[in-house]
């Protein structure tokens, strides 16, 4: 019995490694789209709120311009849009809309993509608030 239950202790983090190791897979954005949308092969929506550092507003919209163009061409991408709250000049909401869980994990690799995350979190203050939309049926 011992044995058994040594035996246990050992498979069980092994097997819950595992399972983190294929969730660690996803880039969390990506994560959380799947957790949002039933179907994955539909089309959803997100909305990304961020805070810039007061200042860096011209270089937060500049570091965002390459990566607008490009996204746009992108097949998988139906909205890709950038806008400023009025209210709050420091506040902009990115609405994205792609046709699946696929086209934004794509979009997700390309270089202009990476090169846009790199640039924009050191302008940014905190954690950017993102929220899902799923596809009426």
């Known amino acids: 019995m011992r044995r058994l239950l040594l035996s246990l202790a050992v498979l069980v983090p092994v097997a819950s490694a595992a399972d983190h190791a294929r969730a660690a897979d996803d880039h969390p954005i990506v994560a959380l789209v799947k957790s949002k949308v039933k179907d994955q092969a539909s089309p959803f929506a997100m909305t990304v709120t961020l805070k810039v550092k007061a200042g860096k507003e011209k270089d937060f919209e500049a570091a965002f311009v390459p990566c607008l163009t490009a996204t746009r061409k992108e097949s998988g991408c139906v909205a890709y849009e950038l806008n400023r709250d009025p ?51």
């Not at 994990?105 to 993509?113: D, G, M, P, R, S």
């Not at 990476?114 to 596809?135: M, N, R, S």
């Open 87 to 137: 209210d709050e000049p420091a506040t902009y909401v990115m609405y994205e809309k792609f046709r699946s869980v696929q086209a934004l994990e794509a979009h997700l690799k390309q270089a202009h993509t990476q090169t846009l995350l790199a640039a924009v979190g050191p302008l940014t203050e905190g954690d950017p608030k993102i929220k899902v939309y799923a596809a009426p049926e």
